[in-house]
């Protein structure tokens, strides 16, 4: 320890001297006892962070990331299966088949084939509409641009539903003539 005791017996004895040395070391002193306490206290946040880390559950962490992960590809998922059913059944709706169960069954024969659209355009459903017309074709309701006319010629008009041209079929006097 550096006091005026040991500067004396060192042989300096000048008073101002003493002084300006002593202040100096306690001075010096003070700087490396504060840069002690700023480094530890470095240290001890350090080993905290450090311990921190060690106790956190990376496993646990991967696994929940990995899990939000999964939820998000399966709710991109469910988002396109919506657009799809959604566009089938808009698809389906401009048939203008005659009732519901027609509608289902043409959106069963799609889904069976598991078409995919380009843009609004199913690709190959024309194809499956087209064989179901020939097989069914009094699913489908009468054009609206076209005008179904009480037939006057006795002839059926072509507008006609199967149903009622198996009608005017079994009951010709009821076709009126002209």
Known sequence: ???????????????????????????????EKDSTAAIQKSLDEA??????????????????????????????????????????AQYVKGLHLKNDVYEAHVT?????????????????????????RESHADAFAPNPQEKAAAPTSGNTPQAMSAVEKAFYAKNPNLIPKN
Not at 2 to 25: H, M, P, Q
Not at 47 to 72: P, R, V
């Open 47 to 88: 080993n905290t962070t450090i311990q921190s880390f060690k106790d956190m559950d990376i496993e646990g962490i991967k696994k929940s990331a990995d899990d939000w992960k999964a939820k998000a590809e399966a709710a991109e998922q469910e988002r396109a299966a919506f657009e799809h059913r959604t566009k089938l």
């Open 108 to 132: 069963k024969l799609l889904e069976d084939k598991q078409l995919k659209f380009d843009g609004d355009k199913l690709i190959g459903g024309d194809d499956i509409v087209q064989a179901f």
């Open 1 to 31: 320890m550096l006091n005026k005791k040991f500067l004396e017996d060192l042989g300096i004895t000048d008073e101002k001297a003493v002084k300006s040395i002593i202040d100096t070391y306690n001075a010096d002193i003070k700087t």
